[in-house]
């Protein structure tokens, strides 16, 4: 039998998706002037694979067909197979990755393969597929025309989830009204932060949305309320603009690695922030960065609001006097969780991943990082402030001086949380500041950690009219001190050696 182009190809099409088991349809077509056979039923000819129990679905499917020679005789094979895909029929669109099978073995000519061109090439688009074989010729034949993927009826209703870019849904049941929320690992049905089911949705984008920026479009918005709450939902991109938020109506990007606002610093402190936030309102799924320029840069400003703050990344750089990942002021209450606040800065500055004055905030499952610098604290409490923190990691590094908590006339309520300093001329995991403020201000650690990397230098600190209370918790750093008159008790703790410390309210 003579190979090359005088052969007649004959192909059938059927591919098996791993989109709810569904299968493309069969269709007739032409290659090279002659027509394709009909699929024979796919059950009894081509049994489709089953994806193995406990493993996780991938883009990979299977194409199966049947090459005959020009007399319609089955080619015995093997053959070489190379696969490309296009967004149209005949246009100079590729997409995704080339596939090359080489060394395929046919039966009666039929064939099966599995290919897999890449992420995100399947979203719901039309995809068309060119087939180029070489039986041994040493040259690649081309089926033409290019052969159009078609879904069964059922996989058209996976269409909706290219959004969540191959990640696997919770099996946790969803409640009504919830909404899918990404947790880093996977997506989870969570009940809306918004409160009430949100009906008014308005959509930021580069291209095609309403508006092409988030202050446009909440400013446009005049009737928010409580029986009417807003969502402004923001599409993958960077967004230069200072954006400040108002009640009652949530922000949410595409996630905090696609969905970005940026903005320089200020001269003036209060002017500094990206986003400014609102009470009744809700920010979440973005990154928030704070590109510096000025004397301050602050990411996020909650003064006098409370806003809820879920899976957002907020950064601060390159300001002159002062970097602040989030800053919470003047009575703000808002509730952060899964959030990330990063601060960074040159040997002038003073970098706080998260400053509290006069504030109250609820930190859940936070991350607050200061690094560079002059002081670098992970947190820092003032002027009254309270705030409750649990889960949290807290740390400052590379600064003359480094502190993981730094309260100056403040309180604050830890729990489960792990506080670490690193590098530093001075360094102190929780350091207790009086500064000329009258009050007594109570400092509590719970099932939580202080590393200190100087094991002389304080895992914590008290200055006077401060009263510190440490349960469950480990100490590894050098001796608390209390030297400025301060108190610090300790209950069934231990130290870096993992040994307990003996007796009531005995501390390292």
Known sequence: MKRSTLFKLSVVVLLTLFLGG???????????????????????????????????????????????????????????????????????????????????????????????????????????????????????TTLSPRVRLTPA????????????????VSDSPPDPGDVLTWDGGSWLPLASEGGAQVENVIVVAKSGGDFTSIQEALDSITDAADTNPFLVWVAPGRYVERVTMKPYVDIEGA?????????PGSTILEFAGTVVGADDAALRSLTVINTGGGNYAVAILNSNASPKILHVTAYADRAYVKNIGVLNENQANPVMTHVTAIASGSDTTDNVGIENSTAFPTLIQVEARATGG??????????????????????????QITFG????DAGAQIENSTITVSAGTQQCGIFNEWDDISGVYVVTLENSQIRVADNIQPTVRSDD????????????????????????????????????????????
């Open 22 to 140: 569904g299968l493309l349809s069969s269709r007739r077509n032409q290659a090279q002037g002659l027509a394709f056979q009909q699929a024979p039923p796919p059950m009894e000819v081509y049994p489709a694979e089953v994806q193995p129990m406990g493993e996780s679905l991938t883009n990979e499917f299977t194409y199966q067909g049947r090459l005959t020679d020009n007399g319609g005789a089955p080619v015995t094979g093997p053959c070489a197979f190379r696969f490309s895909l296009y967004e149209s029929s005949a246009g100079d669109d590729p997409i995704g990755n080339i596939q090359t099978v080489a060394n395929v073995p046919l039966n009666d000519g039929y064939f099966s393969v599995h290919l897999d061109f890449g992420l995100g090439v399947f979203t719901g688009d039309g995809r068309f597929m060119k087939v180029e074989v070489d039986c041994g010729a040493g040259v690649y």
């Open 153 to 168: 009826p059922y996989a058209l209703h996976a269409v909706s989830t290219g959004a969540l870019h191959g990640n696997p």
């Open 255 to 263: 996630g905090e690695s696609s969905t970005i606002i940026m903005y």
């Open 374 to 399: 002059y002081i670098s604290s992970g947190i820092r409490n003032a002027t009254g402030a309270s705030p409750l923190l649990d889960g949290v990691t807290a740390s400052g590094s590379s600064a």
């Open 405 to 408: 908590v730094h309260n100056v």
């Open 465 to 508: 009219n401060f009263a510190v209370y440490v349960a469950t918790s480990r100490l590894h750093g050098g001796s608390v001190d209390t030297s400025a008159g301060g108190t610090v008790r300790c209950f069934a703790c231990y130290d870096r050696q993992f040994e307990n410390l003996g007796g009531i309210g005995a501390c390292p």
